[in-house]
């Protein structure tokens, strides 16, 4: 949960307004892009959804079906109605959620100083609430009050429900950003678009199944243990909690990330151990690589610079920047180790992982492959984002690394 406390002189913050988000793109792109995914994003997830459950992952079966019935009669006969039950899973699970987060306990955790000058504050209790949540789930199953294959079963309708339910609440955010804003951070951009797809700052927001089990499992770990982190930096700090942020998170990322292992429940694959091993080691190295960049960065910043990078003092550009209020700060940028490869070297063994986790899929369809497609594409524009962000932020500084780090993503390649 974050709450944004004011930083040290921040009581005299910008006026609302200058809170607005910059764009990046064009406006022409930004806004064709916005009101393209507003509005193909819900059927898009349950389009996918029908594909890999009841068309065999066959994007022909699924075209098939829409040129018989027609794109609009054919989309209402597949998209199921939301169901009681659907509802009570999404609630009860939300209600329970809700719960551990305000009684477990968790480190105090200041996030990134936001443009006006406020520190959010979130407790640091998510690895304990996944292990909360994991040890209940198998316990509901063990003494047979919940059998887990329900949620397979009711998928269709949990997609339909959270596509529903969050756009009401992506509006809830547009309405209390513009009548009760959390912080000095909300601001309307004076256009409506805009201001709902990012409107409140700092919301609170067989062997191959085993392959994949396994790695799911170790992945999702890694997310509750280290990016806790990840809600208070880029995403939250600097695009606001609106349409992008919570429908993507709401519905997006539960129904693409999860859609390998949908098409897997009815096309599972005997690898050999030898083969399911590989791909699962492979996929935990990847894991343990984007853990251990993310680590690298935060460890330096915590001991500013004094630390040790792969055996050595690091090397580093000491940046500083002005604050919107015109404080002038200092950063350090970290220049070897994981950072001395490319500027987002993190994003490669992020994107390996999701290939490994889909990879059980084998090649006969191209859908499941879809997640892994659809990351690179967001990794390389989050990089690019970035990389627009901290040019502006720490201008010469920034150029500095560059020269020093010359390639993105890839080394030697982009
Ligand atoms: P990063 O960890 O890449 O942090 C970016 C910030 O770090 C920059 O804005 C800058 O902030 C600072 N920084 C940049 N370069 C350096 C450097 N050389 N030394 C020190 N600090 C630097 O943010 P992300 O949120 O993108 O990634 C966090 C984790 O989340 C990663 O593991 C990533 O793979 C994962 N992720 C997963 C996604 C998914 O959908 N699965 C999507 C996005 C991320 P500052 O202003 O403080 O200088």
Redesign the pocket.
């Known amino acids: 949960m974050a709450k944004a406390k004011p930083s040290s002189s921040a009581a005299a913050a910008k006026p609302a307004a200058t809170a607005a988000p910059a764009t990046v793109h064009s406006a022409l792109v930004t806004y064709s892009s916005m009101l393209a995914l507003l509005s193909l994003c819900p059927p898009f997830v349950i389009l996918l959804w029908y594909t890999m459950v009841h068309a065999d992952g066959s994007v022909l079966k699924t075209y098939e079906h829409l040129r018989e019935h027609g794109l609009v009669e054919g989309l209402k006969a597949i998209w199921p109605m939301p169901t009681a039950v659907a509802w009570k899973i999404i609630f009860g699970f939300g209600l329970f959620e809700a719960v551990l987060q305000l009684l477990l306990p968790g480190k105090r955790f200041e996030g990134?100083i936001s443009p006006t000058g406020n520190v959010p504050v979130y407790k640091a209790n998510g690895l304990q609430a996944y292990a909360v949540t994991l040890i209940t789930y198998l316990g509901l199953w063990w003494f047979g009050i919940f059998n887990p294959a329900i949620v397979y079963d009711h998928l269709g309708e949990i997609f339909s429900a959270l596509v529903f339910g969050s756009l009401v609440f992506c509006i809830f955010l547009y309405i209390k950003g513009h009548v009760a804003p959390s912080s000095s951070d909300s601001g309307s951009s004076g256009n409506l678009i805009i201001d709902f797809y990012w409107y409140e700052m700092n919301g609170r927001v067989a062997d191959s199944m085993l392959v994949n089990t396994a790695l799911m499992l170790i992945y999702i770990t890694?997310?509750f243990w280290?990016?806790s982190?990840?809600w208070c930096?880029?995403?939250i700090a600097?695009d606001r909690a609106g349409f992008y942020i919570c429908w993507g998170c709401l519905v997006w990322?539960p129904s693409i990330?999860t859609s390998p292992g949908m098409y897997l429940v009815n096309h599972p694959v005997n690898l050999g151990p030898q083969l399911a091993l590989s791909i699962l080691l492979a996929g935990i190295l990847c894991i343990y690589i984007?853990?251990d960049?993310?680590r690298q960065?935060?460890e330096?910043?915590r001991t500013n610079g004094k630390c040790s990078v792969w055996g050595k003092a690091p090397s580093?550009?000491v940046?500083s920047?002005q604050t919107t209020k015109g404080e002038t700060k200092t950063?350090?940028?970290?220049?070897s180790g994981w950072?001395?490869l490319s500027?987002?070297f993190?994003?490669v063994?992020?994107i390996l992982s999701?290939f490994f986790w889909t990879v059980p899929a084998l090649f006969s369809h191209f859908l499941p492959y879809f997640y892994v497609i659809f990351?690179t594409i967001?990794?390389f524009d989050?990089?690019k984002r970035?990389d627009d962000?901290?040019s502006s932020?720490?201008g010469k500084f920034w150029k500095m690394?560059c020269n020093k780090?010359p390639y993105r993503v890839i080394p030697g390649i982009y």
């Not at 950063?331 to 220049?335: A, H, K, R, Y």
């Open positions: 990134p890694k997310f280290w990016e982190g990840y930096t880029m995403d600097h990322v990330y984007n853990y960049c993310d960065r935060q330096f910043r580093k550009i940046a920047y950063s350090l940028l970290l220049t950072w001395g500027r987002h993190h994003y063994p992020e999701a990351l967001l990794l989050r990089a970035d962000r901290c932020k720490y690394y780090v």
